[in-house]
């Protein structure tokens, strides 16, 4: 019943900058959370930076000071601004909500994901 479409995602050489959003929509009556999370071949998920509707954010140490996460819960949207990225950030980049609709029922959901590639 939610949908997340991630965009943005790109090809971007070392010390660049790269700006990925995620738009939700379906049957939401409110965000509780939203956040990004990414995935390089071979690895595990990771988390990259969530933000509360209330407006606190965290930061995987990797990224902290060169990424900075957004929302606007109006809209339903979040944003990732990505500065001076690294080839270690190489990954997919996945958006991820937790979602609370007009019945009270809270679930869980992913983006299908947007490529970002860094170049040495």
């Known amino acids: 019943q939610v949908q997340l479409v991630e965009s943005g995602g790109g090809f971007v050489q070392a010390g660049g900058s790269l700006r990925v959003s995620c738009a939700a929509s379906?049957?939401?009556?409110?965000?509780?959370?939203m956040g990004w999370y990414r995935q390089a071949p071979g690895k595990q998920r990771e988390l990259v930076a969530t933000v509360t509707s209330g407006g606190r954010t965290n930061y995987a140490d990797s990224v902290k000071g060169r990424f900075t996460i957004s929302r606007d819960n109006a809209k339903n949207t979040v944003n990732l601004q990505m500065n001076s990225l690294k080839p270690e950030d190489t990954a997919v980049y996945y958006c991820?909500?937790?979602?609370?609709?007009?019945?009270?029922?809270?679930?869980?959901?992913w983006g299908q994901g947007t490529q970002v590639t860094v170049s040495s």
């Open positions: 379906g049957s939401i009556f409110s965000i509780n959370a």
């Open positions: 991820n909500a937790d979602t609370t609709n007009y019945y009270g029922t809270v679930a869980n959901y």
